[in-house]
C-alpha cells in the first residue's frame, strides 16, 4: 500500500532487466535471485479476496492481478529501476516495458488496463497522481477487474491498522 518508511536505493543501484523466471508474489511483488522487488505506488488485488464477475463466479482477485502481471512479464522485455529500499528490504522499481516499439510504465499499463491499483500512504492519499488518474479512468470504462464485483484492496488495507488497535 504504502512507500512510508522507504529509504533511497544506492545512487549505484543500475536498471536490470526482469528475468522470464521471477516468482511472482502478487500483481506487484516478485522475488528473483533471492530479492523482493515492488511495483513503485502500485497495488495489486489482495489475494484470497473475491471478484465476482459477470457471471457471479468468484475468482481470487490477488490471482487476477497476478496473471496480468505474469503476461505482461512473460511477453515483452521489461527493465525496471531500483529507487527505494522498504524497511522490509523490498526495493522499490518503477518498470518499463517495450510494447509495440514503444516504451510504456508497467505500473500505469496495469492500473490502465484494470488489474491494479493506485497505492496510497496511510493517509489514503495517491502515491502518484499518474496512477490515480489512470485508475479513475479504468474505473469509468469499467476495464479489467472494475467490470467485476471486489474489495478495492487500498480500503482493506487501511482498515488493517485500525483494527490491530481495538
Request: net charge positive; with cysteine.
Amino acid at each position: 500500500m504504502s512507500a512510508e518508511g522507504a529509504a533511497p536505493a544506492s545512487a549505484t543501484a543500475a536498471p536490470f532487466l526482469v528475468s522470464k523466471r521471477v516468482e511472482l508474489l502478487t500483481g506487484d511483488t516478485w522475488r528473483e535471485r533471492g530479492k523482493l522487488y515492488r511495483l513503485y505506488g502500485v497495488q495489486s488485488c489482495l489475494r484470497g479476496t473475491v471478484a465476482l464477475d459477470a457471471n457471479g463466479k468468484e475468482l481470487d482477485c490477488g490471482n487476477v492481478s497476478i496473471a496480468h502481471l505474469a503476461a505482461l512479464f512473460s511477453t515483452t522485455a521489461v527493465t525496471c529501476q531500483p529507487i527505494a529500499l522498504a524497511l522490509d528490504k523490498t526495493t522499490f522499481v518503477v518498470c518499463g516495458a517495450k510494447l509495440d516499439g514503444n516504451t510504456i510504465d508497467v505500473g500505469t499499463a496495469l492500473i490502465a488496463a484494470g488489474y491494479a491499483f493506485a497505492a496510497t500512504d496511510a493517509k489514503g492519499n495517491a502515491v502518484s497522481g499518474n496512477y490515480l488518474v489512470a485508475e479513475v479512468n479504468a474505473k469509468m470504462k469499467t476495464d479489467g477487474l472494475w467490470a467485476m464485483k471486489f474489495q478495492h484492496p487500498i480500503g482493506l488495507l487501511l482498515k488493517r491498522p485500525k483494527e490491530q488497535d481495538r
